[in-house]
Nanobody, 121 residues
Framework: QVQLVESGGGLVQAGGSLRLSCTASGSIFSINAMNSMNWYRQSPGNQRELVAT???????TYADSVKGRFTISRDNAKNTVLLQMNSLKPEDTAVYYC????????????WGQGTQVTVSS
């Protein structure tokens, strides 16, 4: 059974930093085998939005709202994906979810349970 476990959320003042971690577990699960590892976020009343992506090849993309402030990285040996969040703003407040996306042999998405990030003004 595959599990994605997020940690690192919390309460921080505007301008502060947090680092989210997503660790994958499962007997045969490897983040390096996924097409991409992603961080999403969802705030009350809003749809879940894609924040950052790192592909198996190492290609990285960010939502415009977090470019220059957030950094996604991965440690394949530890089966872990990180999201370093700097210069946080109140509008970054949301539940952050880790996602693993694969397309072979079939398309499937694994999700973590989410971690709350609250940025106070």
């Amino acid at each position: 059974q595959v599990q994605l476990v997020e940690s690192g959320g919390g309460l921080v003042q505007a301008g502060g930093s947090l680092r989210l971690s997503c660790t994958a577990s499962g007997s045969i699960f490897s983040i390096n085998a996924m097409n991409s590892m992603n961080w999403y976020r969802q705030s009350p009343g809003n749809q879940r939005e894609l924040v950052a992506t790192i592909t198996r090849a190492g290609f990285i993309t960010y939502a415009d709202s977090v470019k220059g402030r957030f950094t996604i990285s991965r440690d394949n040996a530890k089966n872990t994906v990180l999201l370093q969040m700097n210069s946080l703003k109140p509008e970054d407040t949301a539940v952050y979810y880790c996602n693993a996306h694969k397309t072979w042999p079939s398309t499937y998405d694994y999700w973590g349970q989410g971690t709350q990030v609250t940025v106070s003004s």
